[in-house]
């Protein structure tokens, strides 16, 4: 079964916008900002209940298709 090509490139995005703000909380000029950090806390948050299974089913996807690789092979 494979995700609509729509649907993988929203899910690409929001992983992308993840990972912009996994690093703006780290950096210090958004940790000296309490209302931002506060607001980018927040949507990381948000952000991380897409996101966690997207990166999980992406892992599973490509293990299947080594898995098929390998029985094509035998």
Avoid: C, G, H, W
Avoid at 15 to 25: A, D, G
């Amino acid at each position: 079964l494979k995700m609509k090509s729509t649907i993988r490139q929203r899910l690409d995005k929001l992983n992308e916008r993840f990972e912009e703000v996994r690093l703006l909380l780290s950096s210090i000029e958004v940790i000296n900002q309490s209302q931002r950090f506060r607001e980018l806390s927040k949507e990381y948050a948000e952000l991380e209940k897409i996101v966690i299974p997207y990166q999980s089913y992406l892992l599973n996807e490509t293990a299947i298709e080594n898995a098929k690789e390998l029985l094509a092979e035998v």
